[in-house]
């Protein structure tokens, strides 16, 4: 993906309310943060924004939080929060160290459209990877669920595989999602791929939280 660089992004990142600038300082913490005890969701590689802001839109009971590595893309983001929206906040992270921001504190955790990371040598890269999934099981408060959306066959192959051997039951499975059950929120990519008459694969698994 070539990323357009956003001319002014470090003024936007400077001057938003909703950009938590030091993230590290709120590990075990983001609660407090939003001043409430209601459940955090997650979506690491938000992208440009629109299927977390809508969220929590849609849901204001619940805490939202949009993660992204790239400072032009959560620049885009940020400009496109609507002001009030108490519910929800965006990360400048890497998700590789995850576990360096959140403890015990997630309840769920969305994969939108993540890099498929096609090179055999890269596979531990990719989001639903046997490394990440031993990230999150650090970040999870007790339920421990995963939502993903991808255009890519390999990568969804790949992880309902990775999924399953971690332990999590796969609950919902569409190899078509817009034609099984069209979602009332969608990602940018998810349109696009959509109107191109591409199939969404989705999975929603979950897993007990004794094991």
Not at 77 to 105: H, T, Y
Request: charged share 30%; proline share 4%; aromatic share 12%.
């Amino acid at each position: 993906m070539r990323l357009r660089n956003v001319k002014n992004k470090k003024e936007i990142m400077d001057n938003s309310n909703y950009l938590v600038k030091h993230p590290e300082e709120y590990k075990g913490k983001w609660n407090k943060l939003f001043n409430n005890s209601n459940p955090i969701y997650i979506e690491i590689g938000m992208g440009k924004g629109k299927f977390i802001i809508d969220n929590a839109l849609k849901y204001p009971d619940i805490n939202f939080i949009g993660i992204e590595k790239y400072d032009s893309v959560i620049a885009k983001g940020l400009q496109k929060i609507p002001d009030g929206l108490n519910n929800l906040l965006m990360v400048r992270w890497d998700a590789l160290n995850i576990n360096d921001i959140f403890s015990k504190e997630i309840d769920r955790i969305y994969l939108n459209f993540s890099d498929p990371w096609p090179k055999t040598r890269h596979h531990l890269r990719r989001l639903s990877s046997r490394l990440f999934l031993e990230k999150y099981e650090y970040i999870f408060k007790s339920n421990k669920i995963i939502e993903m959306r991808t255009d890519n066959r390999d990568l969804f192959q790949y992880s309902l595989v990775s999924f399953s051997e971690a332990g999590y039951v796969l609950e919902k499975v569409s190899l078509d999602l817009h034609t099984d059950d069209m979602p009332e929120i969608t990602t940018e990519y998810e349109d696009k791929f959509s109107n191109d008459g591409m199939p969404i694969y989705y999975v929603m698994c979950n897993k007990d939280v004794n094991k």
